[in-house]
């Protein structure tokens, strides 16, 4: 599943903390971490390049508040994605599946919140 679609889809509507796929650094005391579902994206034999998949971002932050506010900036952003193009992937759409869950699990005492959203896309293997 290539995220980096989904990452330009949040930096082109407003989302201002950094954006990191796969891996953020301990060092990064602010950001948003997106990461593939373990199962990667379905595929369908019928439906060349279709995929349905879920992803989950990690919102770190140093304050709870400003935290949540941005999960739920991150959670906004996708939810308002329906039918658009970007790097070659066409979004039918992006959905949260449950509000930000906090765990205090980061290097430093960040807070983090986690979010999983469920998609359909269809992906032109022409850039990857």
């Not at 919102?59 to 999960?71: L, M, S």
């Not at 959203?117 to 022409?126: A, G, I, P």
């Amino acid at each position: 599943m290539n995220l980096v679609p989904f990452r330009n889809v949040l930096l082109e509507n407003g989302v201002s903390l950094p954006v990191f796929i796969y891996h953020m650094p301990e060092t990064a005391n602010k950001g948003i971490l997106l990461l593939h579902h373990l199962t990667g994206a379905k595929n369908y034999p019928d439906l060349p390049n279709y995929r349905r998949a879920k992803f989950q971002a990690i919102i770190r932050h140093t304050n709870f508040e400003q935290g949540y506010q941005a999960a739920l900036q991150v959670m906004d952003v996708y939810r308002n994605i329906k039918f658009i193009t970007n790097e070659n992937t066409y979004f039918d759409y992006i959905e949260p599946l449950h509000d930000p869950v906090a765990f205090p699990a980061s290097t430093g005492d960040y807070i983090e919140y986690g979010v999983n959203f469920e998609t359909t896309y269809v992906e032109s293997r022409d850039n990857i």
